[in-house]
């Protein structure tokens, strides 16, 4: 009896529980647009893949590839840079510009693409004045700058994408010792070998990992590298999926952007190689910042302002300007059902995105097995994936459901109850929660590290269920972490746009659209207001984040 009463136990330990149902059901929601699209690049149903590569094709690669080599050097020029001075000197401004230099992260590359072209421009001011105050009458008297091209597409992702690199490369060199750079100092290293021989070394890793995260938001691009006339692969996909209607053409050029990014991701581990650094102990000395005197003080102020003003000053003074040309703007019956649908769909995506990273984490941690050394990374692969590849892996099998149950209705009830789940915004909601489950994934899973598994323990010894452990214990020491992770999600669900360009139903518009509708037909101010709403929203997570890296 005993015998048979040990089988049933092991077969009930054996047998998968509701929390391992649910964590498979979350990451297989997650991974299904990425298998999606491999299935139908594989298996098209009209195979354009040799005229691709005779053609256009080459094309997007090398122009993509330009656009992330002159991201990546501008990136890490612009945050190691300005990481550095702030760091380890102390110069007029130096305590505001430390936070105010990841406040471009607050905008849109794409409304800092309008900003800048509408300065640049032949009819802005910049031009304009210049035609005015040297009496020039048309371009041919005088040479300007391609306003639409390449190195200007460049030049605005960079003042966009730094902060990533300047986040990292922050945090880096505050948790430095000091020790190091007084040793350096005695054998007479000056500023430049102190950075070359410790400061770039010891903070490689974290340099590498905000290159790669620029390149993935670079490579991602839609709206900026369009309105600067840019063929990258992500405008190639909308072009021959919308223009030529050719879904496993896009589906194909999808997977070259999915194989671009995860050589990226390759090179930047290669890259780190097996590097550890590790400071001496608790008692390591910090580095006590260094003043600078004379002119070179104000130097330092200015390299530091240049980024900050490119990346936020402009396109803020832009938009601004724009906004009070015209205020009537700001009461525009678009604008205010565009700000609803943002809340509520952009809400609700990061409410059920933070929700299943938790019941994911969770439930991984709590069984112990080595399913998670290989999920919860795999689980990753939505983030660097850009809007419009997950947006392609979603809509086209979602579609097909969609169609199953109508014609299953249909065959019921005789009623054709017509597009269910593509026709809402339960499509782009699943697209936001697919793109952003990485940041909250990992944002859950450093807060989850952080509490004590004693804690776990004591409370599940105490009579405690599984979720009534999750519940009493783990959320509310992990409350900051997880109103964190759900205001970066919503901002960044609200910032998106080319899944939502994609995913969205007929005649719903968002901020994100809203923006990119106007702008591209040159209705500059009214697209400011949203522009402005999508830039305080952003701001808030900003100052939030700022104050948790003090």
């Known amino acids: 009896m005993s015998d048979r009463f040990t089988q049933l136990a092991r077969r009930r330990r054996m047998l998968p529980d509701l929390w391992t149902i649910g964590a498979a059901c979350i990451a297989i929601v997650v991974l299904a647009p990425i298998l999606s699209i491999a299935w139908i690049a594989v298996n098209p149903t009209e195979n354009i893949w040799p005229h691709l590569m005779a053609t256009v094709l080459p094309r997007y690669l090398v122009t993509t590839l330009m656009l992330m080599g002159g991201v990546a050097i501008l990136t890490a020029a612009m945050g190691t840079g300005a990481a550095w001075l702030v760091s380890q000197y102390r110069f007029p401004g130096r305590n505001w510009l430390s936070h105010a230099l990841l406040f471009p992260m607050a905008i849109p590359a794409y409304v800092g693409a309008y900003a800048l072209v509408d300065v640049l421009d032949y009819a802005g001011p910049l031009q304009s004045g210049l035609r005015a105050a040297f009496g020039w009458t048309s371009a041919r008297d005088y040479w300007f700058p391609e306003t639409r091209s390449l190195p200007m597409a460049i030049l605005v992702l960079s003042f966009s994408l730094y902060p990533y690199v300047y986040l990292l490369a922050r945090s880096a060199y505050r948790e430095q010792s000091g020790r190091a750079y007084e040793v350096a100092r005695a054998l007479g290293c000056g500023p430049w070998g102190m950075f070359l021989r410790i400061g770039w070394p010891l903070a490689r890793p974290a340099i590498a990992a905000g290159v790669a995260l620029a390149l993935m938001e670079t490579v991602a691009d839609y709206g900026t590298v369009l309105h600067f006339g840019v063929q990258t692969l992500t405008t190639g996909v909308f072009s021959t999926w919308l223009n030529g209607g050719n879904a496993g053409g896009a589906a194909q050029i999808s997977g070259v952007i999915l194989v671009l990014i995860l050589l990226l991701v390759g090179l930047e581990r290669a890259g780190r190689g097996g590097a550890r650094f590790h400071r001496l102990g608790r008692s390591a000395q910090p580095h006590e910042p260094t003043e600078i005197v004379g002119r070179k003080r104000w130097y330092a102020t200015v390299l530091c302002l240049i980024p900050f003003a490119g990346g936020f000053l402009l396109p803020l003074g ?28 952009g809400g609700l995506a990061a409410l059920a995105t933070v929700g299943a990273a938790i019941f994911l984490v969770y439930a991984l941690r709590m069984k112990g097995s080595r399913a998670a050394q290989w999920l919860l990374p795999m689980t990753l692969v939505g983030y660097a994936a850009p809007g419009a590849v997950l947006a392609l892996g979603l809509l086209l099998p979602l579609a097909a459901l969609d169609h199953r149950l109508a014609d299953g209705v249909l065959a019921l ?138």
């Open 318 to 345: 832009v938009m601004l300007v724009h906004s009070a040309a015209a205020p009537e703007s700001w009461l525009a019956p678009g604008l205010i059902e565009a700000l609803v649908n943002t809340l509520v769909v």
């Open 413 to 550: 009830t005789g009623w054709d109850p017509g597009l269910m789940i593509t026709g809402t915004a339960f499509a782009l909601g699943l697209a936001y929660l697919v793109r952003f489950f990485g940041i909250a994934q990992g944002a859950v899973d450093a807060a989850f590290g952080r509490v004590s598994p004693s804690l776990s323990m004591a409370a599940r010894s105490l009579g405690r269920s599984a979720s009534g452990t999750l519940r009493s214990v783990y959320l509310p020491l992990m409350r900051g972490s997880v109103l964190t992770a759900l205001l970066v999600v919503f901002v960044d669900c609200v910032k998106e746009l080319p899944a939502t360009l994609l995913l969205r139903p007929f005649n719903y518009n968002t901020l994100s659209t809203r923006v990119f509708e106007l702008a591209s037909l040159e209705r500059l101010s009214e697209a400011a207001p949203a522009a402005l709403l999508v830039m305080a929203v952003g701001l808030l997570a900003v100052v939030v984040v700022a104050r948790r890296q003090d």
